[in-house]
């Protein structure tokens, strides 16, 4: 799906605008700095791993010996009863008694900084493109919520494995027409991040988002 052109010294890229159909209808130029940058594994990776230990909630917590409601008294004396020796039934030994090591709430929130999600991003998008896995599509909308339809869009489009739709703006008839898809999800331009690029094989622009997209990523 992409065409690269030479001007003087410099390499373009320009991929071809489907419509619905599967037809090509026109081709585009897109941003080299956004979409035909050096990739790089690295900055990805940073990216990734932080917006995973970002979905963490780190709530959990479990009592530990000090905590646990109960007396301290030793349940039996030390010597002459023929039981092991104990403390206190709130030992981690003991069934109801404490944690030896108790979890308590963490934040697990990994820090990135603006300029380094914008390459890791843009790096995503390059190596899809790179690839042949980066779909243009002209914009559509249905009537109502058709979830049939969506799928005959993909198969138009070719599309055989996980694939990402991405969106100018929030559009409820297309979220709703593709949330029972298997393997197919639609985000709002704004809300692109690097993981979910790499997650689906398969990424599908619409025409319009591609503008947003560059602004953003091209935004000191």
Known sequence: MKIYMNSGDKEMAVVNVLDIKGN????IELN?????CEIKPEVMHEAVVAYLANQRQGTKATKSRGEV???????????G?????????????????????ALKPRDFSIRLSKSKRHRALCSALSSKLKDSKLI???????????TKQM?????????????LMVLSEKNDIILKSSRNIPKFETIISKDLNTYQVLKS?????????????????LKK
């Open 24 to 27: 090509q209808k026109e081709t």
């Open 32 to 36: 080299d700095k956004v979409f035909n």
């Open 69 to 79: 409601n109960g007396t301290s008294k030793k349940p039996w004396r030390q010597k």
């Open 81 to 101: 009863t023929g039981r092991a020796r104990s403390g206190s039934k709130k030992s981690p030994v003991w069934v109801g008694g404490g944690h030896t090591f």
């Open 136 to 146: 243009v599509v002209e914009d559509f909308n249905f009537d109502a919520p058709k």
């Open 151 to 163: 799928n005959e869009i993909l198969d138009n489009l070719q599309i055989d494995n996980s694939a």
């Open 201 to 217: 094989d398969y990424l599908i622009l619409m025409k319009s988002s591609i503008k947003k997209i560059e602004e953003e990523l």
